[in-house]
């Protein structure tokens, strides 16, 4: 019950700059992980596509596709599920979820095609 406290924890030169190291490096990585959340690939392609597609990236004409990109609500459940979760139909995302819901489709093997007149308009295809 009235045992003395153990000494303070010392951490040795090596160590200090191994955590100061370490810091740093998560430091770096956050930022360059924010620069890329925030410069997806193919930007300018998908900003064109989004110039013909819609007038808006809130763009909801009843048609049945809904955001910049005009997708589809099976694309949007296919690619962005957790978004059309959490915030509905893509009208309500943010452009760069939009984005980055299309670029996920293009890596996995949509390419451009669910675009074909504007990624042809575009030079994509």
């Known amino acids: 019950m009235h045992r003395p406290l153990p000494p303070p924890l010392r951490l040795t030169g090596l160590k200090l700059d191994a955590l100061v190291r370490a810091a740093v490096w998560q430091s770096q990585r956050a930022a360059s992980l924010a620069w890329t959340a925030e410069h997806p690939p193919h930007l300018s392609d998908w900003l064109c596509i989004e110039q013909h597609e819609s007038s808006s990236w809130r763009t909801d004409t009843g048609n049945g ?22 915030k509905g139909t893509a ?7 939009q984005i ?12 451009f095609y669910p675009w074909p007149n504007t990624a042809r ?5």
Do not use: K, S
């Not at 009208?91 to 979820?97: A, R």
């Not at 980055?100 to 390419?111: K, L, N």
């Not at 308009?121 to 295809?125: D, F, P």
């Open 91 to 97: 009208n309500n995302w943010t452009p760069l979820e």
């Open 100 to 111: 980055w819901t299309a670029e996920y489709a293009r890596t996995h093997g949509r390419g």
């Open 121 to 125: 308009a575009c030079g994509l295809i």
């Open 65 to 86: 596709y809904y955001g910049g990109l005009q997708m589809d609500r099976g694309f949007q459940l296919t690619y962005g599920g957790q978004l059309y979760e959490v």
